[in-house]
């Protein structure tokens, strides 16, 4: 009975971790990154993916996805392996600190996103093992949320999202597709002539004219505007009636964030890509630089601690909005009751996101046409696999 673990007169096999290991794959998208890391539409074309695979002894098997740069051997090598092999599976949050401790002596080489897989994996394995969801097992809170539609950044893409109309346009089409929410993401270096306030402020505002009062609206734009750029745009969508203003500043700069906090309306989100997992997101909430907080599995170094920075800002009475799409991210959001949105995305008018992806069988996302994204039922973190694909397209 894989249920019970271990009992009296019982081996460990069940739950002692005997090997880690990395493969990597090819496979088709029409994602293309520009010079600052942004994704835009373009033609097919192959790019590599990473599947972390942490296994037990009797072959209980849990996975985790990861660009291949954050599982190289290396890593694995150096930090993984020392504090996974011969433990208890279940221990995810001792294991979860060792390597966190390995951090400050690995040369900054064992990032917060190699603990992201590494523990995404530990949860997939738990919920496989026990044939449960990973949110049922953190203790689920519900199994449907509304999704905002997330979107690419600005392009000069004719016809895409190079203008304020490309925009609007946009907005009509994600509304008729059931989202009740969208978040612009705006024009960015390389584009030619970005960033721009009053450009951003335009699209923002041909978005809200094209849906209506009643759908709700974010901004996640230029992410290095001065203080003085980041308050005029604030200012600007506090008439347009928008939700939140996410990361117009660098956020290493807490003072910065504090200063346009104090002197806004429009709720302040964040921070998103700043280090410090919980810990640095608890000084915000200190500071009062924000008025929701912001985490994400890959930002703070996993579902465990994910799950900190959300019931920590649950304990202060706000929001925490969970960065990113991916299954990983869909469970914590299920498993907790202070946030709003799922983040479904990224989208662009000439991609068609509900196709998924070719190593999936099937959406770990699924939305309906009332704008609900729903929880597979799938054990583990729920992602429908496609072994076969991963097999058949390996990179030596
Ligand atoms: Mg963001």
Redesign the pocket.
């Known amino acids: 009975d894989r249920r019970r673990a271990t009992g009296p007169g019982r081996e460990d096999q069940d739950v002692i971790i005997t090997d880690v290991s990395a493969r990597v794959f090819k496979h088709t998208t029409r994602r293309h990154s520009d010079t600052a890391g942004h994704a835009h539409p373009g033609p097919a074309h192959e790019v590599q993916q990473g599947i972390l695979t942490i296994r037990t002894e009797d072959g209980h098997e849990g996975h985790s996805f990861a660009p291949p740069e954050v599982m190289r051997p290396h890593v694995l090598d150096k930090f993984v392996r020392k504090v996974l092999i011969g433990q208890d599976h279940r221990d995810r949050e001792r294991l979860w600190q060792e390597l966190a401790h390995w951090q400050r002596g690995s040369a900054a080489q064992l990032t917060d996103r190699t603990l992201a897989v590494v523990d995404c994996a530990l949860w997939d394995l738990a919920g496989r093992t026990v044939g449960q969801p990973v949110y049922k097992l953190i203790g689920g809170y519900r199994d449907k949320v509304l999704a905002y539609g997330s979107t690419m950044c600005g392009d000069e893409i004719e016809g895409g999202l190079a203008t304020p109309d490309d925009y609007g346009r946009f907005a009509e089409k994600l509304v008729a597709r059931g989202y009740k929410g969208i978040k612009l993401h705006t024009w960015m270096p390389p584009v030619s002539w970005a960033p721009d306030v009053k450009m951003d402020l335009r699209a923002c505002a041909a978005v809200r004219e094209a849906v209506g009062p009643d759908i709700r609206l974010m901004i996640?734009a230029f992410h290095w505007y001065t203080r003085t750029d980041a308050l005029a745009l604030g200012r600007g969508l506090e008439k347009l009636g928008f939700d939140w203003i996410?990361?117009p500043m660098d956020e290493q700069s807490m003072s910065s964030y504090k200063w346009m906090a104090d002197q806004l309306d429009i709720p302040v989100l964040g921070p998103?890509s700043a280090a410090g997992k919980h810990w640095q997101r608890a000084e915000w909430v200190k500071a009062g630089a924000c008025d929701i907080l912001r985490t994400g599995v890959n930002d703070v170094g996993g579902i465990t601690p994910a799950l900190k920075t959300m019931h920590m800002a649950e304990a202060f009475g706000m929001n925490c909005e969970v960065?990113g799409n991916t299954a990983m991210n869909l469970q914590v959001v299920a498993a907790t009751k202070n946030c709003r949105w799922y983040e479904r995305g990224l989208l662009h008018p000439f991609l068609e996101y509900d196709d998924g992806l070719d190593y999936l069988k099937s959406l770990s996302d699924p939305m309906d046409a009332e704008g609900y994204v729903h929880v597979p039922d799938r054990p583990g973190l729920g992602e429908d696999i496609d072994f076969d694909h991963i097999e058949n397209n390996r990179v030596a």
């Open positions: 996640d996410e990361e998103e960065h």
